[in-house]
Structures are given as C-alpha cells and as structure tokens.
T-cell receptor
C-alpha cells in the first residue's frame, strides 16, 4: 500500500530535549516536505526536499533541521524544542512533476512543556 | 507569493441540506491546481476534490462540487445532501503547476453537520 509513515504519532517532551520525527514514503517520490498546522493558520511549510541531499527552507524553518540521506526518508529534527513548537506536524511527498498530487502522512501531535 | 483565504472560520448545516464553503486566492500564475482537503477528528488529511486551473469545467466528486471562478480567483466547495460524517475541518489549498512540493493552505473552515 502506498503511504507516508510518520513516527511518533504523539509526543510530549520538555523544553530543550532534542527529538526527531521520522517520515518515510514507499512511493519512490522525489519531493518530500514538512508542514506544521496551527489553529487559525492552516498548514505552513517548514522545509522541503527536491531530491536526496537537496533541502531548502519553507516559510517557518526556525528551530528545525532536516536531512535527506535516502530518497524514502525525511526526518524532522528539533534540536532544542520550545513551547512555541507545540503543533501538529505533517510530512508529505509527491512525484515532483506536474501531477498535482501531494500525499500526506497521518500527522504527529507534538507538545513541548 | 501565493495566498489562500478562507473567510468562514466556522459553519454549520442541517443533515441532508446543502452548504457552500468559500475560498479565495491570490496568484500571478496562470497554471496551477486548487484543492479542498477534509480533516476529520482523526487528523488525517483527505483529498476531497481537485481542480486544474486550465480546465473550465468545474470538478465534481459525488456530493462534492466546486465553483471555480478563475478571473475572480474564487474556489468554493459545495456539499450536497450533507451527512454527519462530513463534520470536519476543511482546508482550501493552492499548488503551482511547476512545483508540486509547495502547497499553500487557507486557515480552514470548521464544518458541523447537525442531525
């Protein structure tokens, strides 16, 4: 089954404790991206990757890092989480050409105390 | 930069009735995609309907249809015969033709279907 898998789905952590949210897709997609969803703001792009070893900032990259060492994986790293990073996070992938399709993971609810 | 505006934070409708959710967008591009996503309490992002900007015909998917007005940059979603399972957050979204990696979302409309 074609899917985008995120882990963990839920996480409560404390300020400053490094964490990683993993994302994996099995569709051989070139494009992958991370979004955060906040009330009244919709989804905003954090980082995106157009291929292996190619990453770039989205609209709200501060406080986040990403890496793309393999085509299927695109982890989101919070080196020193802060309460303003409490949010719902979505990973997404696409073929990267003019297909007009974006496949979302199931979301990861992160709470930083 | 492209922006998407949903001016209705919350709406409600009686079961079996019709409701229309509004969306406007701003872009200088001529080729793009527009989407409506549904997000139920499970938080999953479910694609409801998609419209290619070059197509004049409005997209339809069963009880869901859109009114796409390209000149007015308007893209409303009509839900007919509303069902309790339609209760969800609905997001309007925009994607340029050439970059399928950058989707722009509106703030969302929370729809409640009442029995």
């Amino acid at each position: 089954e074609a899917q985008v898998t995120q882990n963990p789905r839920y996480l409560i952590t404390v300020t400053g404790k490094k964490l990683t949210v993993t994302c994996s897709q099995n569709m051989n997609h070139e494009y992958m991206s991370w979004y955060r969803q906040d009330p009244g703001l919709g989804l905003r792009q954090i980082y995106y990757s157009m291929n292996v070893e190619v990453t770039d900032k989205g609209d709200v990259p501060e406080g986040y890092k990403v890496s793309r060492k393999e085509k299927r994986n695109f982890p989101l790293i919070l080196e020193s989480p802060s309460p303003n990073q409490t949010s719902l996070y979505f990973c997404a992938s696409s073929l990267g050409v003019q297909t007009g399709e974006l496949f979302f993971g199931e979301g990861s609810r992160l709470t930083v105390l | 930069a492209q922006t998407v505006t949903q001016s209705q934070p919350e709406m409600s409708v009686q079961e079996a009735e019709t409701v229309t959710l509004s969306c406007t967008y701003d872009t200088s591009e001529s080729n793009y995609y527009l989407f409506w996503y549904k997000q139920p309490p499970s938080r999953q992002m479910i694609l409801v309907i998609r419209q290619e900007a070059y197509k004049q015909q409005n997209a339809t998917e069963n009880r869901f249809s859109v009114n796409f007005q390209k000149a007015a940059k308007s893209f409303s979603l009509k839900i007919s015969d509303s069902q309790l399972g339609d209760t969800a957050m609905y997001f309007c979204a925009f994607m340029t033709w050439y970059n399928n990696n950058d989707m722009r979302f509106g703030a969302g409309t929370r729809l409640t279907v009442k029995p």
